[in-house]
C-alpha cells in the first residue's frame, strides 16, 4: 500500500526518505518510476500451466489495444552467495545483449520497431523482464523471451563492458547518495546472516571481481521454464495467451532447479547502531524493526494490523507522524514509516526523519518512538482506522488505470509463492482489521531490542579526502 | 463485462489516423467550454472506470518569479493546500484522505495549479471537491505556517545544494538562462525564500491565478453536465484580473560558449551539456522530437546511449531532450560517470553530437523512429492519467483540438533534411554550456 514516486528534481524538499529508500530494492536496467499501487476489485485472472512447469497469468484490459507482457524469474539477490553479490542484477543487463538468432542490442531495437518499450527490473526476490506495445506485437514479444530464456550469449567481451555500466549505477543509485549508503548500511546490519542483508546492485567488490562464468552459472541455474512465471494484461483474451505461451515456450525443456537456500535470521538480542559518514547538510535517521512478513493470508492478521499502521503513521500529509512531528512539535524537516511485509526474506517496519535546524536525531528517535507507544498505550482511533480503509479501497480503483501496474502486482506476488488473488482479499483482509489488533501489533513488535537504527552524520563538502576511483577491472 | 469505450476511442483515433487527411472533425471527443468567469475547460468522457481526473493549472509558474523573489510562485502554489476556506492544513489533508482522494499539485517553469483524483461516485467525489474549490478559491496563507515552510524549505535547499546533482542543475540553468526567470532556481534560494512574506503570496496569487487564464482538464466518469458543475464550482470565484496579466520574458541566444567545473567529492562526475532549446509552439518541434528520439531520446536506441554506454560502459544512462515551454526551454544532454572518465565521456558525447548535427541521420534510423514513435502512439493515450496529462497541455498551450489526431502525420511528415535543417537552426555547438560537477580529485587534475 506504500505508493512511492521517484521525486521531481525540481523538488528541493527532503520529504519521505522511507518511499526514496524502497526504490533501491528494485533496480531497473534504465530509470522508470511505476507507482506501485494496490490493485482492483479486479477482473478475473486466467491461470494457465504449460508441460514445462511454466506459469502464465492474464488479465483482459480492452480499454486501448495496447499489451503489457511481462516474464518473471524467481531468482534475485536472495538467493546469492557473498563474493558473488549482485549477479542477478548483472545477468538481468546481459539478457539484452542477444542470442544467435537475435543479435546484440537487436531485442530492443525490434520492440522499438514494433512501437514498444522494454526494460527490466531485478529486486531483494525476483528478476522480471517486460515489454509494453501494441496488442498485434505481442508474438514478437513473446517469441524473443522465449528465445533469451534458452539461447543466451554470455560474451567476456560484453559482460566485461556490461559490468562497467552496472558499476556506474552503483556509484549513481549508492555511492554518491547518502540516503542510499544509509539504508544499505541498515539492512546489512539489522541482518547478519539472512541474504536480505545484500544489496540487490552488489557490494562493489563483487562486482569489480565477478566473472562471466558468475553469470553463465546463474542463467544455467534459474532461467528455466518451471521458474518462470508469464503475465500478460491487456486487449487479449486467455485462451489466445495460452495458446500463444505454448507456441514459443513450450518446446524448452524444464530442468532441476538448485535447492533453495533456507535462511532464517537468528532472533536480535539488543540494539543496533551504525553511523554513516557522508557529504550533507542535514542529518538523518532510519531505524528498522524486526516486524512478521505475510505468509499465510487467511491465517495471519497480525501484517494487515501492520499495514494499517503504517497507514496510521503515514499515509496521508495530516497523519500521524506529519501531524505531530513535522507540523506540530516541528522537532522534522520530515518524517515517514514503511512496511515492508510481502517477500520471501524477513518483514521489516521502518521509521525515517529529518530533524529540523538545531534539532538533533536523538531528540527525534525518541519522538518517533513515542508516536509508536502512544498508538501501544492508547490505540488508535476509528476515524483513523476508516481513512487508512478507504484509501486502500480508492487506490484498488485506480491502480485499474495502469496496465503495467496489474501486470507488476500479479507477477510480484506469485513470484514470492502468495496468489494473485491476494491482490482483492488483502483489501478485505485490511477491512477487517480492528483498532485493538493495530495497537497489539504496536505493543509487540516495537521494542528496542529488535531496534537497528543508522545515523547520517553530515559532512562538508570540502573536508573529505575523496574516495579514489578503482583502479581498472579484471576481466 | 467488457467496456471497450476507451478502445473504441482509441480504436477511431487509429482509423482516422490511416485515412487521409481532411476529416471534417476531431474523432478524439474533447469537449471544449468557457466556464462563466472565462476559464477554459477541456472534458474527455469515459465511463470504464469509476473514477475522475481533474486539474485547474495558471501561467503562474517559477518562469513568473523575480530574481529578488525567487521562490514566490513555488511557495504560493505550495501553500495552497495548507489552509483554506476554514479548513487547515490537518483538515484538508483528511478530509482528501476520508473519500480516498488524493489532491496533488503541479508545477513547473511555466505552470501551477492543483490536481485531484477522485472516485466518481458522488459520495466521494463531492467532499473532494469541496476541499479543492477551497484550496482554489479560499486560500488563507497563514503566516504560522508559511514561517514553518518557510524554515522547512530553507533546510531543504542547504541539504540539496549538497547534492552533486542539484548543484550541476543549478549550474546549468543559470548559465543557459542568464538574467531569465528559467535561470532561477523554482524551488527560490536561501535568501529570497528567507524574505518571502505573505502579502508576496497573496499577491501573487492575486495576479496569477486569474479566472481568465486558469485551465480546467477533466477526465474521465462524469457526464457532460457534471463536468460543467464541476468546472463552473472551481473557478467562480477566481481572482479578476486588475491589470495586464504577466508575460515570461522573452529568451536571447548565449552569446558564446561557457565550461563551469564545481568540485565535489562525489565518485561520479555529473555532466550536464546545452543550450536553450525552443517554444511549444515552434514550428520545428516535430522534426526535433523526432531527431532527438534518434540522438539521445529513444532509449536503448539512441546514438548516446549507443556510443556512451553499450559500445564504452562509460555511463548507466545519458540522454538528450529538448523541453519546449511557453518561452524557449532547455535543450540538454545529460550523463554521469566516473570522475576519471569525465573528459572521456564528454569528447564522445561531442563527437557523437557533431556528427549528428553535420550528417543528419540515416534513412534507416528516421524509419525506426517513426515506425516506434507511429507504432507506439496507442501507448501514449492508453489510461486515463495520460489522456488527462495531454488535456492539461493542450489547454495551457493552446495546441489544437486535433493534437492527437494529428500526432502521427505529423511524425510521418519528418525527413532527414527536416531533421538536419531543424538540428542546424537550433543546436549550435561552439555556444554549449558545459557544466561539470564532482567526481573528486582524478577528476578536477584532469581538466
Known sequence: ?????????????????????????????????????????????????????????VREDHRAPVVVSMVWYVVGSVDELNGTTGVSHALEHMMFKGTERIPNGEFSRRIARAGGRDNAFTSRDYTAYFQTLHRDHLPLALEMEADRMANLILSKDEFGKELRVVME??????????????????????????????????????????????????????????????????????????????KYFGGIAARELPARGKFAESEQRGPRRITIKAPSELPSLLMAYRVPKLEDPEKDWEPFALDVLEGVLDGHDGARLQAALV???????????????????????????????????????????????????????????????????AAQVYARDSMFAQARQIGSLEAIGLSHRLIDRQVERLREVTAEQVQQVAQRYFNDDALTVAVLRPQPLSGKRPPSPPSGLRH | MRDRALNALVAALLTVLTLASGSA??????????????????????????????????????????????????????????????????????RIADVGAQLGGRFDSDRAGVNLRTLSNPAEREPALEVMAKVLLEPEFPEDVLAR??????????????????????????????????????????????????????????????????????????????????????????PRAASEPDRIPKVDDLARAADIDIAHPASQAHILIGAPGIRRTDPDYFALF??????????????????????????????????????????????????DQAKAAIEVVMRTLREFLGNGPTEQELEDAKMNLIGGFPLRIDSNRKIHEYLAVIGFYDLPLSYLEDFVPNIRKVDVAAIKAAFARHVHPSKLVTVVVGGGVAAAAQR
Not at chain 1, 28 to 55: K, Q, T, W
Not at chain 1, 209 to 228: F, I, L, T
Not at chain 1, 370 to 388: K, Q, S, W
Request: charged share 25%; hydrophobic share 40%.
Open chain 2, 149 to 238: 515552510e518557510r524554515l522547512r524549505a530553507i533546510a531543504g535547499l542547504k541539504e540539496a545544494d549538497t547534492k552533486p546533482d542539484t548543484l550541476a542543475n543549478r549550474a546549468f540553468s543559470r548559465a543557459v538562462f542568464p538574467d531569465h526567470p528559467y535561470g532561477l532556481r523554482a524551488s527560490g534560494e536561501v535568501a529570497t525564500v528567507r524574505g518571502l512574506a505573505r502579502e508576496d503570496l497573496i499577491g501573487f496569487y492575486r495576479s496569477h491565478y486569474l479566472a481568465t487564464r486558469a485551465v480546467v482538464a477533466i477526465m474521465g466518469d462524469a457526464t457532460r453536465g457534471e463536468a460543467e458543475q464541476i468546472a463552473e464550482r472551481l473557478t467562480a470565484g477566481l
Open chain 1, 327 to 393: 507540523r506540530g512539535s516541528r522537532l522534522a524537516a520530515a518524517a515517514g514509516a514503511g512496511y515492508q511485509g510481502v517477500g520471501r526474506g524477513p518483514g521489516t517496519f521502518l521509521l525515517s526523519a529529518t530533524p529540523s535546524e538545531g534539532k538533533t536525531v536523538e531528540e527525534l528517535e525518541q519522538a518517533l518512538k513515542a508516536e509508536v507507544r502512544r498508538i501501544a498505550a492508547e490505540g488508535v482511533r476509528e476515524d483513523e482506522l476508516a481513512r487508512v480503509k478507504a484509501q486502500v479501497v
Open chain 2, 25 to 94: 472533425h476531431a474523432l478524439l471527443p474533447i469537449q471544449d467550454w468557457k466556464t462563466s468567469s472565462g476559464a477554459r475547460v477541456l472534458f474527455v468522457e469515459n465511463h470504464d472506470l469509476p473514477m475522475l481526473d481533474v486539474s485547474v493549472d495558471f501561467p503562474a509558474g517559477s518562469g513568473f518569479d523575480t530574481k529578488e523573489k525567487a521562490g514566490r510562485a513555488a511557495f504560493t502554489q505550495r501553500l495552497l493546500r495548507l489552509g483554506a476556506g476554514g479548513l487547515s492544513e490537518n483538515e484538508i489533508s483528511r
Open chain 1, 1 to 57: 500500500m506504500l505508493q512511492c514516486q521517484r521525486k521531481s528534481p525540481k523538488v528541493a524538499d527532503s520529504s519521505m526518505r522511507v518511499c526514496a529508500l524502497l526504490w533501491f530494492i528494485v533496480l531497473a536496467v534504465n530509470g522508470f518510476a511505476p507507482a506501485l499501487a494496490a490493485a482492483a476489485a479486479s477482473p478475473p485472472v486466467h491461470e494457465y500451466r504449460l508441460d514445462n512447469g511454466m506459469r502464465v497469468f
Open chain 2, 290 to 339: 523526432v531527431g532527438n528520439y534518434i540522438l539521445g531520446g529513444g532509449g536503448f536506441e539512441s546514438r548516446l546511449t549507443d556510443e556512451v554506454r553499450s559500445k564504452r560502459g562509460l555511463a548507466y544512462s545519458v540522454y538528450s531532450y529538448f523541453m519546449p515551454l511557453e518561452r524557449r526551454g532547455p535543450f540538454r544532454i545529460g550523463l554521469q560517470t566516473r570522475g
Open chain 1, 169 to 246: 549505477e552503483r556509484r549513481w543509485r549508492t555511492d554518491d547518495r547518502p540516503d542510499s549508503l544509509m539504508y544499505e548500511g541498515l539492512m546489512a546490519t539489522a541482518l547478519l546472516s539472512h541474504p536480505y542483508r545484500q544489496p540487490v546492485i552488489g557490494w562493489m567488490n563483487d562486482l569489480k571481481n565477478m566473472q562471466v562464468e558468475d553469470a553463465r552459472n546463474w542463467y544455467r541455474q534459474w532461467y528455466a521454464p518451471n521458474n518462470a512465471i508469464l503475465v500478460v494484461v491487456g486487449d487479449v483474451g486467455g485462451e489466445e495467451v495460452h495458446e500463444l505461451a505454448r
